[in-house]
């Protein structure tokens, strides 16, 4: 019997406008809300380059290389405690 072909995974759907915007205001509201800003990037392999290409108000803000890629993150991240700078409760009331 001959083996089955491997299909492969289809491609990943892009980021919605809305997880994208999501992903912006989140890394805003923490980098502005702290005055360290090495606690929040510690986790980045890279720094995205394309920072000119983002709306004023976040071109100032430090990301990871590929943050808008799904599956971007090869790593599993370990269970660690949170930044401490600000509560996902106190976040969602913060978003514009």
Do not use: C
């Not at 019997?1 to 997880?19: C, G, L, N, V, W």
């Not at 989140?26 to 929040?40: F, G, K, P, V, W």
């Amino acid at each position: 019997m001959p083996s089955a072909k491997h299909i492969p995974d289809p491609p990943t759907r892009p980021f919605t406008e809305y997880h994208v915007f999501s992903q912006l205001e989140r890394n805003y509201i923490l980098q502005t809300a702290s005055d360290d800003q090495r606690e929040i990037t510690r986790d980045f392999r890279g720094i995205d380059d394309d920072a000119a290409l983002r709306p004023a108000r976040y071109q100032g803000i430090i990301l990871p290389k590929n943050w808008q890629r799904k599956g971007s993150r090869a790593k599993k991240r370990s269970q660690r405690s949170s930044h401490g700078i600000i509560s996902f409760l106190e976040l969602t009331f913060q978003v514009d």
